[in-house]
């Protein structure tokens, strides 16, 4: 289904620039990206009923908890029509979003590695795969003394990169 790979980039997107708690700017822009990256898609449904929905939240202009709430919601909503969750390809292309989505704002803090790394231990039955188990070892050294100094940051970045070149 060529719908599967956007709509869990997208999913992961969301899970991403969420966190942190705030909604920057440029991540804002960044989900305006997807949805011009992807409108040609559009045609067929439960896609096109799904992008209308998330472009109608877009279209305010501003990204408050609470459309953020909204497009999680959606996502549920659509998930068992666009994405096949459970399959390792469909979590690889949501962790290759919530990398995205972390690198939106170009900044990683401590909150979105815990996040991260909270996602990670939700899906246990892939942290014996790659890119599951090395990333879970990578975020585990990183969060040891709690922080994220400027050596991890660049770390984490470098490898986030590597997870969103991969191809699934």
Same mark, same amino acid.
């Given at each position: ?8 980039? *997208?999913?992961?997107? +969301?899970?991403? #620039?969420?966190?942190? =708690?705030?909604? &920057?700017?440029?991540?804002?822009? $960044? !989900? @305006? ?16 009923? *799904?992008?209308?929905? +998330?472009?109608? #939240?877009?279209?305010? =202009?501003?990204? &408050?908890?609470?459309?953020?709430? $909204? !497009? @999680? ?20 292309? +949501? ?5 995205? =989505? ?67």
């Amino acid at each position: 289904m060529k719908t599967q790979k956007p709509f869990n980039h *997208f999913k992961g997107i +969301i899970y991403g #620039i969420s966190s942190d =708690g705030r909604i &920057t700017r440029g991540q804002f822009e $960044e !989900m @305006k990206l997807w949805c011009q990256a992807h409108q040609g898609l559009c045609q067929e449904s439960p896609f096109k009923e *799904f992008f209308e929905e +998330i472009k109608s #939240i877009l279209g305010v =202009g501003i990204m &408050t908890s609470e459309e953020i709430d $909204e !497009m @999680k919601a959606i996502l549920e909503k659509y998930e068992s029509q666009l994405s096949d969750s459970q399959s390792a390809e469909a979590r690889i292309q +949501i962790l290759q979003g919530i990398c995205y =989505g972390i690198l939106a704002d170009e900044q990683v803090n401590k909150y979105e590695i815990y996040v991260l790394k909270k996602w990670l231990e939700e899906n246990k039955s892939m942290l014996d795969q790659y890119p599951f188990k090395e990333m879970h070892a990578l975020l585990t050294d990183v969060m040891e003394d709690g922080q994220v100094d400027i050596k991890e940051e660049k770390e984490l970045k470098n490898y986030f990169l590597e997870i969103l070149k991969m191809e699934v």
